[in-house]
């Protein structure tokens, strides 16, 4: 059974401070994705990355994609109060039957 | 701005009920996605459909559950009897083509809780 697992599973910090959330499996995918999502809405997806080693940003916000394509971190620089959310990976495998899963989800709080 | 929208938005019923829950997707995307949310497991996809047909409904209990497209601007996810283990928010998504690269959009939800 793959498994997307993120730690850490809850981070409350200061605005301004940096974090780090990390998107781990033993699987090998297609590509993955992160998202967040607020309270009473669906997962907006932030970005997707393909390539193992590669590396996007956006914004304030820096993905990258592990040389294996198992794992995945998302850092954000100088965390502000709209960065609150829960932020999810996903990927998606394409060997044999499409999968695609969900990560277990980091829920962030950013402190004024 | 074109918006997957999901009715009905809370639904609260009794155990061993049957719940319909419906999904308008973007006009023009051809797969559409269900999906569940718990907070003990998740968002776990419970299938998909590419241009109306199922793809897979693998996640899904099958003996209660019953996902169908009518036509390209309906989806709908059935569960009879429904269970108080059914509670949860339930997502669908919709995307322009392929599941393995194109953008899923997400609505709303359904929040489903039965007693």
């Known amino acids: 059974t793959q498994l997307l697992e993120q730690s850490p599973q809850f981070l409350s910090i200061q605005e301004g401070e940096n974090l780090t959330v990390y998107c781990n499996s033993s699987?090998?995918?297609?590509?993955l994705q992160w998202y967040r999502q607020e309270p009473g809405e669906g997962p907006v997806l932030l970005v997707t990355?393909?390539?193992?080693?590669e590396v996007k940003k956006l914004k304030r916000l820096t993905f990258q994609f592990g040389d294996a394509r198992k794992d995945s971190s998302l850092h954000i620089t100088a965390a502000q109060t709209g960065d609150t959310g829960l932020y999810l990976c996903?990927?998606?495998?394409?060997?044999?039957?499409?999968?695609?899963?969900f990560g277990t989800g980091t829920r962030l709080k950013v402190l004024a | 701005d074109a918006r997957v929208t999901q009715t009905p938005r809370d639904k609260v019923t009794e155990m061993g009920q049957e719940v319909t829950m419906r999904c308008q997707p973007i006009?023009?995307?051809?797969?559409v996605f269900w999906y569940r949310q718990t907070m003990m497991q998740g968002l776990e996809l419970l299938a998909y459909?590419?241009?109306?047909?199922?793809?897979?409904d693998s996640g899904m209990p099958k003996d209660r559950f019953s996902a169908e497209m009518p036509d390209a601007t309906l989806a709908t996810l059935k569960i009879q009897p429904s269970e108080p283990r059914d509670s949860a928010v339930y997502f669908c998504?919709?995307?322009?083509?392929?599941?393995?690269?194109?953008?899923?959009?997400f609505g709303p939800g359904t929040r489903l809780t039965v007693l």
């Open positions: 006009l023009g995307h051809n797969t």
């Open positions: 699987s090998v995918f297609s590509s």
């Open positions: 459909f590419r241009n109306r047909a199922p793809l897979d």
């Open positions: 996903a990927g998606g495998s394409t060997s044999g039957t499409y999968k695609y899963i």
């Open positions: 990355v393909v390539t193992g080693g």
């Open positions: 998504a919709s995307a322009r083509g392929s599941p393995f690269t194109d953008t899923q959009y």
